[in-house]
């Protein structure tokens, strides 16, 4: 019959637990990486459609406080996770935004991003680019507002999800004009970046957008981030130069897309700025469980493609800490077992590039069999057909990278 644990010895024994998993980095390892740790993830409170919230409210300050102990050097936010609604653009929000100043010098932690809330509010019901003059009129506002805060806080970046750029049902909207109407308040944000930098000497932020398939609206119209760059490329922004992309992993992944296509489609076209990592499940809805815990085969894969190709953004840890975990394990367990998670995997990644018998492959597979300017389809594939078997060699070989039987890992008794 199991022991039962007593409340006050619960604390004690996920700490001993943790510890004895091993593989944890020190902070200053941590601080190492461009990992971002955003106020909504490490704030949320276990709410969802049907769920009630399982964990207390963490103020802002907490949660730079906290990140900062992690070894997390990066924070982000929405505008409304620091600042209630009626707040926004008045002295109050001056108030704040300079407690959290104090906050992140205090703890020797920096702003990397921030964005706007365009998706929560009764007033975004109709979308941020929806109908009527005056709700539009307020989401350019809105937008403006978010890069002030930006600049204020010292970010990098911002980013704008727009998750009711959409419509619920059909023949509501015409998607050509709200496409454009959407333009005109990213063109606006643009505008008052170029004017706040001008005015204080400093460097315009990196405005980002991000795509998700579904949910809020039952029909998005810019689903995925290749329907992003073609929004970018569309000649309806004033400055295309200043817009990129912030894909995120999940996002792509549930419509059934390949989240590493999506960033190499991004990279090629000088577009991938920011990155939001988490992980999840195909043609499902948005769960943003932490990285590596479902797909870590796919996560090794999405990093050798980041490391390969010189991505210096950075990795936010978009995700959820499950309901299941209280506020103390939020910060004891979730946040930093997804930094240390990514730091294995990145870390694996360099030496997947490095190996020896992946690299043998594939310059095996580069140089064929030297049938080059052959128009015989035949011999060509009879000359190449052994070749093709290194593919599962190199799939094979990420497999042991990954559980280290490359080093001679074995599970079990050894065969005779």
């Known amino acids: 019959m199991s022991t039962t644990i007593p409340e006050k010895d619960q604390r004690a024994l996920v700490d001993r637990l943790m510890s004895a998993c091993g593989g944890s980095y020190s902070s200053e390892v941590r601080r190492r990486y461009f990992i971002s740790g955003p106020q909504w993830a490490a704030a949320y409170q276990g709410q969802a459609l049907f769920h009630a919230p399982t964990r207390t409210a963490v103020e802002p300050a907490e949660v730079i406080e906290r990140l900062a102990e992690i070894g997390i050097g990066w924070w982000c936010t929405h505008d409304t996770d620091i600042i209630p609604t ?81 419509y619920q049902l059909q023949g509501v909207v015409d998607e050509t004009r709200m496409l454009k109407r959407y333009a005109e308040e990213i063109n606006a944000a643009c505008e008052k970046d170029l004017a706040v930098s001008r005015a204080s000497a400093a460097s315009t932020l990196r405005h980002c957008l991000e795509a998700k398939p579904f949910e809020p609206q039952a029909e998005l119209l810019l689903p995925t981030t290749d329907a992003m760059l073609g929004f970018i490329s569309s000649g309806l922004l004033t400055h295309p130069e200043m817009v990129g992309v912030n ?11 390949a989240p590493r296509a999506a960033l190499a489609r991004a990279l090629v076209a000088g577009k991938l700025w920011h990155f939001d990592i988490n992980d999840g499940y195909r043609l499902k809805h948005d769960v943003d ?47 930093p077992s997804a930094v240390d998670r990514f730091i294995t995997l990145w870390e694996i990644a360099g030496e997947a590039i490095s190996d020896p018998v992946i690299n043998e492959a594939t310059k095996a597979l580069e140089a064929g069999a030297g049938l080059a300017g052959s128009e015989d389809a035949d011999r060509i594939f009879e000359a190449n057909k052994e070749l093709w078997t290194l593919h599962e060699v190199i799939g094979h070989r990420l497999v042991q990278i990954l559980l280290g039987a490359h080093r001679g890992r074995t599970v079990g008794p050894l065969n005779s």
């Open 247 to 257: 894909p995120e992993y999940l996002h792509e992944l549930m419509w059934g897309g």
């Open 86 to 166: 009626n707040h926004l653009m008045s002295d109050r929000q001056a108030e704040i935004l300079d407690g959290l100043v104090a906050a992140l010098e205090r703890n020797g932690v920096q702003c990397s991003m921030v964005t706007g809330e365009t998706f929560h509010h009764g007033v975004w019901a109709g979308g941020p680019a929806g109908e009527q003059a005056e709700v539009r009129a307020y989401a350019r506002r809105r937008l403006e507002n978010v890069v002030e805060i930006g600049h204020k806080l010292g970010a990098q970046f911002v980013v704008y999800w727009p998750g009711t750029l959409g």
């Open 289 to 335: 469980i932490g990285i590596g815990l479902v797909n870590p085969l796919d996560w090794l894969n999405v990093l050798i493609l980041l490391r390969a190709h010189g991505y210096q953004g950075p990795f936010n840890l978009d995700y959820k800490p499950p309901r299941t975990t209280s506020n103390y394990g939020v910060f004891r367990v979730s946040f």
